[in-house]
Nanobody, 124 residues
Framework: QEQLVESGGGVVQAGDSLRVSCAAS????????MGWFRQAPGKEREFVGG????????YYADSVKGRFTISRDNAKNTMYLQMNSLKPEDTATYYC?????????????????WGQGTQVTVSS
């Protein structure tokens, strides 16, 4: 089982930038497709974006496209989510997740490993 630990959340103002990280351990980090999800209070968890094992293919939700950037450093077993031009509606707990396969997905049920989440709060 892979262990994932997010870090880097915090409280920022609208328009600010923030980078959150996801450190992985327990198995070969580079083997699978990885994703970022978020969950706001009272709402369902939603897909933010995902990245292939090589980093060559990245998908984003329409709500963050053009503002968020996902990357990964397989040598450091770490995935990143760079968030720019943050909006109050981006306020949520952000989770990283990993699949056992390299196939991309936006479905929560397809991801077998999850981090504990990191809180991002954007004030207006």
């Amino acid at each position: 089982q892979e262990q994932l630990v997010e870090s880097g959340g915090g409280v920022v103002q609208a328009g600010d930038s923030l980078r959150v990280s996801c450190a992985a351990s327990g198995r070969t980090f580079s083997a699978g497709y990885m994703g970022w999800f978020r969950q706001a209070p009272g709402k369902e968890r939603e897909f933010v974006g995902g990245i292939s094992r090589s980093g060559g293919t990245i998908y984003y939700a329409d709500s963050v496209k053009g503002r968020f950037t996902i990357s990964r450093d397989n040598a450091k077993n770490t995935m990143y989510l760079q968030m720019n031009s943050l909006k109050p509606e981006d306020t949520a707990t952000y989770y990283c997740a990993a699949r056992r396969t390299w196939l991309p997905s936006r479905e929560i049920s397809d991801f077998s490993s999850w981090g504990q989440g990191t809180q991002v709060t954007v004030s207006s």
